[in-house]
């Protein structure tokens, strides 16, 4: 591996932290006087946003933490069609998205704390791997709508992903490469991991259903789990 291609990594890893970093569901909350660790479930992201400040909030939430994982995909994408880079397996749009998903985990701008990486995650998917991205953002729709959880939803989206993601490469549906199905499961691994507080919660049944009636028991309730 030549010095290029290793300082190409770098730059690629440094642009696409300090995009994934921009905590948009902490600026969301500040623009209605509010700081959303400090509320609800003590999370910056759309989940949080939704039942602090509004559905509308939580739309616009979601729509940028999904596009900083999408944009450092793509744009390293394009590079690579346009002949601006190579593309080494993959392993340059693994780096975007890592960057991305790791810099809103650990925001630079909020003391390397962040959120769980779940629609930022869903964006660099989303320029990665289409089909697979779209099976699993079903799979996400259906298990919300049947058990209206919304941790429960993301851990299926999560798991049935890479898996999909090989079927897809193995029919020979959709290009993916072996390096960036390796990197779909330790993702699904990541971002499951990250719900290890919900699934002890969902065990319990003691997890927060998503539902508007009971929105205001649902918001004292998650203020007292996140003071645990």
């Not at 994408?77 to 346009?82: A, G, R």
Request: aromatic share 10%; with cysteine.
């Amino acid at each position: 591996m030549t010095a290029g291609i290793i300082f190409t990594y770098v730059l690629v890893f440094i642009g696409s932290y300090v995009i994934g970093s921009v905590p948009w569901g902490y600026l969301i909350g500040k623009l209605h006087g509010k700081d959303i660790r400090q509320l609800g479930s003590g999370n910056i992201g759309a989940t949080n946003v939704t039942r602090v400040i509004g559905p509308f909030s939580g739309k616009i939430c979601f729509a940028l933490d999904l596009l900083k994982g999408f944009f450092p995909v793509l744009i390293v994408s394009m590079m690579i069609k346009k002949g601006t880079i190579e593309d080494y397996n993959g392993l340059i749009q693994i780096i975007a998205a890592l960057g991305a998903v790791i810099g809103h985990i650990f925001s630079v701008f909020l003391k390397f704390k962040g959120g769980k990486g779940v629609s930022t995650s869903a964006g660099a998917l989303l320029a990665m791997a289409p089909p697979a991205f779209l099976i699993s953002g079903v799979v996400w729709v259906v298990v919300f709508l049947l058990s209206r959880y919304v941790s429960l939803a993301s851990i299926a989206a999560a798991a049935v992903l890479p898996v999909s993601a090989t079927f897809i490469s193995l029919a020979k549906l959709y290009p993916i490469s072996p390096y960036i199905l390796i990197f779909l499961y330790i993702l699904a691994a990541v971002a499951i991991l990250r719900h290890t507080s919900n699934i002890k919660r969902l065990l319990n049944g003691t997890e927060n259903r998503f539902d508007k009636k009971n929105k205001g028991q649902e918001e004292t309730s998650d203020e007292n789990n996140s003071s645990k």
